[in-house]
């Protein structure tokens, strides 16, 4: 096993009003702890980004490409922000995750491996490789 | 940031409207990378790990990627405005077999850090202080 290889996960923090009730104190603790965590793993190479999402935004879907106000405002699996981690593996990426300042206020965090390829292509090329030979051309 | 949800679009395609759906996507993607429109993408395994509780205490396997609701991957574009965001994310080859797209500006502060401003800049203030020390010392 190569252990110099790294893997790519995405953090998503879901819940965007977790700092309601919270006190003055706690605020403080959680945004200071939030940007030093945010620092500390750029720092170390472990976190090549991260942005927060605005609350507005707008969902697109159906055949007719409809246009819809995003229900993100006041909801715990709205994802508010994400961080891009190169990490050893998925138990560091899960590690990471663990530290997340929001997680005792009721923040969720999701760690998703990021994929070379999508899983629909890789669906369809264990169905019928030859056939879809075109479709990555 | 274009959130891609409904990871799995390609049930009950045939061979053949697959093939043409994959390839759609491909010019899709294709003709914004060759008009500089994005910064990254990626698609994002099925599996992973959903962290809550305080210290992060629950590890759990998911997101659920069947449902319509899972995100199977991303696009960071280089948009001029919200709307312009709004109709590349309608021209999106696969939504009229289901998926639907989440289109959320990325900012450069959290809306919960927005939301009490006197809260950071006292952080800041802090994490600043902290660092003449250091270099003072």
Redesign the interface.
């Known amino acids: 096993m190569n252990t110099t290889t790294k893997s790519?996960y995405?953090l998503?923090f879901r819940g965007?009003v977790?700092?309601r009730g919270l006190s003055?104190a706690q605020?403080?603790r959680v945004?200071?702890d939030?940007?030093?965590w945010f620092e500390r793993l750029k720092a170390e190479g472990k976190c090549a980004g991260g942005?927060?999402?605005?609350?507005?935004?707008?969902?697109?879907?159906?055949?007719q490409?409809t246009?819809a106000d995003?229900p993100?405002a006041e909801s715990k699996?709205a994802?508010?922000?994400?961080f891009y981690l190169t990490v050893a593996d998925?138990n560091e990426a899960?590690e990471i995750?663990?530290?997340?300042p929001g997680?005792?206020y009721?923040?969720?965090?999701?760690?998703?491996?990021?994929?070379?390829?999508?899983?629909?292509?890789q669906?369809?090329e264990e169905?019928?490789p030859a056939?879809?030979a075109?479709?990555r051309a | 940031?274009l959130?891609f949800r409904g990871?799995?679009?390609?049930r009950g395609l045939s061979?053949e409207e697959?093939?043409q759906a994959?390839?759609k996507v491909?010019a899709w993607f294709e003709g914004l990378a060759e008009r500089g429109k994005i910064k990254g993408a990626?698609?994002?395994?099925?599996?992973?790990?959903?962290?809550?509780?305080?210290?992060?205490?629950f590890?759990m396997d998911?997101?659920f990627?069947e449902t319509k609701?899972a995100?199977?991957?991303?696009l960071i574009l280089q948009a001029n405005s919200?709307n312009e965001a709004?109709e590349i994310?309608?021209s999106?080859p696969t939504?009229?077999y289901g998926?639907?797209?989440?289109?959320?500006?990325?900012?450069?502060?959290?809306?919960?850090?927005q939301?009490?401003p006197e809260?950071?800049q006292?952080?800041k203030d802090?994490?600043g202080e902290q660092l003449r020390v250091a270099v003072a010392a």
């Open positions: 790519d995405l998503l965007n977790w700092d003055p605020l403080q945004v200071s939030w940007m030093a942005h927060p999402l605005e609350d507005e935004g707008k969902v697109v879907s159906g055949k490409r246009v995003g993100f699996e994802i508010g922000g994400y998925e899960i995750a663990q530290q997340c997680l005792e009721g923040a969720v965090v999701e760690v998703r491996p990021v994929a070379d390829v999508c899983s629909v292509r669906r369809a169905y019928s056939q879809l075109g479709a | 940031m959130l990871p799995h679009w390609d061979t697959l093939q994959m390839n491909m990626q698609p994002l395994g099925g599996q992973g790990r959903v962290i809550s509780g305080t210290e992060g205490r590890v998911g997101p990627t609701e995100v199977g991957g991303y919200l709004v994310a309608r999106m939504l009229r998926i639907s797209v989440e289109v959320r500006p990325i900012l450069a502060e959290c809306p919960i850090f939301r009490h809260l950071v006292r952080v802090h994490v």
